[in-house]
């Protein structure tokens, strides 16, 4: 059947449910279970139906329409997690807005206030470092899921990784290969991703290791300011790990610069995998963490939301993975 020949009459045939239900599948509004849900969008998407979003916006009380706040759309981590998102929604009615934040809360502000004016059906956020995101911005954006980073202190459902415990794994590796004085290039201090793997890196440490802590922007200009300033202050330093892939990549920019080499110098250790890791000399280990499942488990549980079903608050831990290649070798007092 065509797109101009479906109506909402003939999707809900073909799903076996009223015009009631499919209604409420479209508008995110009331009880409908998960398998009747995927019936009647499988129904949508075979029968090409497209409903009028000007028209459902005037019955329901919310628009089909779901914003993606991300902190940095400069960052690779957040296209392909906007992507994840897009796809895990795709066939659902819902249409996206991507709104850049620039880690900014007053840029975060203006951003949610313009999809507040929109009604949405609900939110994903990566809510910016120090954001003031509260509980009544929550209940003006419907349904609510949080991403990478945690709303501190508010009830709603987040997917993260296991941030914690993934640095400290990494501070490890280094440890095994006898660094005793280590280096972690991070992001913004206010940031909850920030907290956390600094807690790992600082955890993993022992008796007799000399750790170094820079908190940046989360930019490679920051990333490479503050390991240019690291290399310069302490020369001693063997081993460094970075915040995301920019801020490794500003790593590895100040190596050069200061005529130090990877890994005979200074190993290191990125966290969530770039296509410029591999393609380095030598290949950069890293953390790599879970982008498309966090993106797709983040759009299943607004969609849950949406379809009236219950949805605990608290973290989804998606466990990331420390994927060895060649960047990390024993620091050269160690090989004599």
Known sequence: MTEEGATIYTVARAAGVSAQTVSRVLNGTGQVSAATRASVLAAIEAQGYRPNAVGRSLRASRTPMIGVLVADIGNPFYARLHRAIERSLSGSGYSLMLMNTDDDPRIERRQLDLLRSYRPTGLVAVPSAGSALGETDLRAYGH???????????????????????????TAELLVYGHTEVAIVLGPAKASTTRAREEGFRAALGPGHRAHVRHTDGTRAGGEAAAGELLAARPGVTGMIGFNALVTEGIVSALQSAGRRCPQDVSVIGFTDAGWMTLHRPPITVIDQPVEEMGALAGRLLLDMAAGESVEPGPRVVPSTLIRRASVAPPREHDR
């Open 144 to 170: 609510v899921v949080s991403a990478s980073r945690v709303l501190d202190g508010m009830g709603v459902p987040a997917v993260v990784t296991n941030e914690r415990e993934a640095v400290g794994l990494a």
